[in-house]
């Protein structure tokens, strides 16, 4: 299943989109003054790493019909692991950067073998892998936060992939630049290699799928091998973002990257969706988040609008799919 072109090459979802971005952006800036200035679009944008990361691998899972609900807590728990084998065991931070990666490979294939090899519910299976995640950095850490090293020193090097800091005291916003690269090649991966057409075919039609020669087990796993991947990254964005990570944060993370997903045009029942599609409904839950309080909203009423944005969104899939 595929959303119908337009112009560009963009799908209808994805230039909707982008309208709805727009105008936000205009309602923003005209009932609050301050949300036209460079440090908003700082803030916009430091929200919106972590959570592209975990936009970009959950889409995968999603498409096959899937959800993964541990890379909330398994991003924090990751950035947990991490800071504390570079505080406590002294270990390089390019080698505390593969464990973190690493850790979030191996709860993806312990996702994907409980759902596409012992047929868990994916939903249930990855809610009890959000548990372990929850609590396995904080064990480690004996409870306690965790700093990675300061961007000052040189084992903060890292900290300049998204953000790089002029003598002048001007934050540039450089990790932008990356999350557009990652953007091309996932989508590269998801429209034009063997692991995306048969991710969208799982999706859309498992047994038609299987009947058809494809090994259906090995890339249903692959493709929370990807999620777990993208959150892996996602926590060390997170740690870039933030001087310290502290345990118990995270919840509510995954449902941030799986709504952006949504809103971007990723169907609620699988087999559509696409990468851009996912970063976009990033930027516009990023925007809502760093928005509201602008025109006087706090958290309460960002958790109600994106429930009803959500809502809208899921509602547009049906309507299509029943057309």
């Known amino acids: 299943?595929?959303?119908?072109?337009?112009?560009?090459?963009?799908?209808?979802?994805?230039?909707?989109?982008?309208?709805?971005?727009?105008?936000?952006?205009?309602?923003?800036?005209?009932?609050?003054?301050?949300f036209r200035t460079y440090p908003t679009l700082v803030s916009v944008l430091d929200n919106s790493y972590y959570i592209t990361l975990m936009a970009l691998g959950v889409t995968f899972p999603l498409i096959t019909g899937g959800v993964d609900l541990s890379i909330g807590t398994g991003l924090v728990s990751y950035a947990l692991i991490g800071g504390y084998l570079i505080v406590h065991q002294h270990i390089p931070v390019p080698v505390a950067i593969l464990a973190c990666i690493g850790i979030g490979v191996l709860i993806g294939v312990f996702n994907g073998v409980l759902v596409a090899i012992m047929d868990l519910p994916p939903f249930l299976a990855t809610l009890?892998?959000?548990?372990?995640?929850?609590?396995?950095?904080?064990?480690?850490?004996?409870?306690?936060?965790?700093?990675?090293?300061?961007?000052?020193?040189?084992?903060?090097?890292?900290?300049?992939?998204?953000a790089f800091t002029t003598t002048e005291g001007t934050v540039i916003p450089v990790g932008i630049v990356f999350m557009i690269?990652?953007?091309?090649?996932?989508?590269?991966?998801?429209?034009?290699?063997?692991?995306?057409?048969?991710?969208?075919?799982?999706?859309?039609?498992?047994?038609?799928?299987?009947l058809a020669g494809v090994n259906i087990k090995f890339y249903h796993v692959l493709a929370y091998v990807i999620s777990g991947f993208f959150a892996g990254m996602a926590g060390i964005a997170y740690a870039a973002t933030y001087a310290t990570i502290y345990p118990g944060s995270g919840a509510g993370f995954e449902l941030d990257a799986i709504g952006g997903a949504i809103v971007g045009g990723v169907s609620a029942t699988g087999g559509v969706g696409t990468i851009f599609g996912s970063f976009l409904g990033v930027i516009v839950i990023c925007l809502m988040k760093v928005g509201l309080p602008f025109i006087g909203l706090q958290a309460n009423w960002q958790q109600i609008f994106t429930g009803i944005v959500l809502i809208v969104a899921v509602l547009i899939d049906v309507v299509k799919k029943k057309k």
């Open 1 to 34: 299943m595929t959303n119908k072109k337009t112009f560009g090459g963009l799908k209808g979802r994805e230039v909707m989109v982008m309208g709805i971005i727009v105008a936000m952006v205009v309602l923003f800036s005209v009932l609050s003054p301050t």
């Open 128 to 162: 009890c892998t959000c548990m372990i995640t929850r609590g396995l950095g904080p064990a480690l850490c004996g409870g306690f936060g965790v700093s990675w090293p300061s961007a000052l020193t040189e084992a903060g090097a890292f900290r300049k992939i998204f």
């Open 181 to 210: 690269v990652l953007v091309i090649i996932m989508s590269f991966v998801l429209d034009h290699t063997r692991v995306g057409r048969y991710t969208i075919a799982i999706g859309s039609n498992k047994e038609a799928t299987r």
